[in-house]
């Protein structure tokens, strides 16, 4: 196996089984979620055909390692993480929004600074502004949480109140929330010679009390910058060198795929597939800070994936 990019699991009280773009996620008790992070990878909200090796292990373990690292700012959905591509958790009513937070004029929100817009999710933006230029203070601009398949929408917060996607007082929390949550990011990422430049999180209740759900500070759902590349090159307008996914999106762009209807995906070739494994483990092992110790992917892999499923699930 070079990747595994689907999951068929029945567990003891599986209640329901979910498939997102990358996660299989499996409901048990109508309480718990086992969350598998597998090797698909998105783009433009299309589901590659392949996967990408060892795509779903750096996920969680990053993951898992910043829900840990952020507990004391707000209390996350995670119990346990018993496998390198599996996180065990609550199961918590999301939020029908996800929260953007910008650090920089970059990726999307230039491809609309540029296009002449002045305004993102109803926040004004200045004049004069170049691409990956900081902006003044980090801005939270949400979307829609589409289902598979759709397109995520840009949404503004007085929009998301009017119309009671979320309610005035729970919005404005997942705001301090976000911010302080990216505030965190920024300082373990500086930490490592790195820059978070935007990222997206996830929320979610629990009875009355507000859950953090998901993934954290993943290359899925983060951009960094090289601190230093971007000291050195934001003077001169180059572009710094960055640890996301928008080196794939600018890749499909280059070949003429861009998620429109009607448009083929170029063929993804094993060294596309390899090139894109190697930034991933890139990304991990500087934002981690350790070599990335992959888990082989060998007869066994998907068995022992199950029994450690099934042990932790046996304790809850």
């Avoid at 969350?35 to 993951?63: C, E, H, W």
């Avoid at 502004?129 to 601009?141: G, Q, S, W, Y």
């Avoid at 280059?254 to 060294?271: C, I, R, Y």
Wanted: hydrophobic share 35%; charged share 25%.
């Amino acid at each position: 196996m070079k990747s595994i990019i689907e999951t068929r699991f029945d567990f003891p009280g599986q209640t329901a089984k979910y498939t997102g773009k990358v996660r299989d996620v499996y409901t048990i008790d109508d309480r718990i979620l086992v969350m598998i992070a597998t090797d698909r990878i998105s783009a433009f909200d299309v589901v590659f055909p392949k996967g990408i090796t060892y795509k779903g292990q750096i996920l969680n373990k990053i993951a898992s390692r910043f829900l840990d690292d952020t507990a004391d700012i707000v209390p996350n959905w995670k119990i346990a993480s018993p496998h390198p591509m599996v996180t065990i958790g609550y199961k918590c009513k999301p939020f029908p929004v996800e929260m953007i937070v910008r650090g920089y004029l970059t990726g999307s929100s230039w491809r609309t600074y540029k296009s002449g817009a002045r305004t993102l999710c109803g926040i004004p933006l200045p004049e004069g502004m170049r691409e990956h230029e900081a902006f003044e203070k980090p801005i939270v601009t949400p979307t829609t949480k589409a289902e598979i398949g759709a397109h995520d929408q840009d949404i503004s917060k007085d929009e998301i109140i009017r119309t009671g996607l979320v309610s005035r007082e729970d919005y404005e929390q997942l705001e301090k929330y976000a911010l302080a949550l990216f505030a965190r990011g920024q300082e373990i990422a500086a930490g490592k010679g790195l820059i978070l430049v935007d990222t997206k999180y996830e929320f979610g209740k629990l009875g009355e009390k507000i859950y953090l759900i998901d993934e954290i500070h993943t290359p899925d759902s983060s951009r960094y910058f090289y601190a230093e590349d971007y000291k050195q090159n934001f003077p001169q307008s180059l572009p710094p060198r960055q640890l996301s996914k928008e080196f794939v999106r600018e890749w499909l762009m280059e070949n003429g795929f861009s998620g429109q209807q009607g448009q083929k995906m170029p063929l993804l070739t094993d060294q596309v597939i390899d090139n894109i494994s190697k930034r991933y483990i890139e990304l991990y092992e500087n934002i981690m800070g350790t070599a990335f110790e992959a888990t082989p992917y060998d007869d066994a892999f998907y068995e022992n994936m199950e029994a450690c499923i099934c042990n932790m699930l046996a304790r809850l």
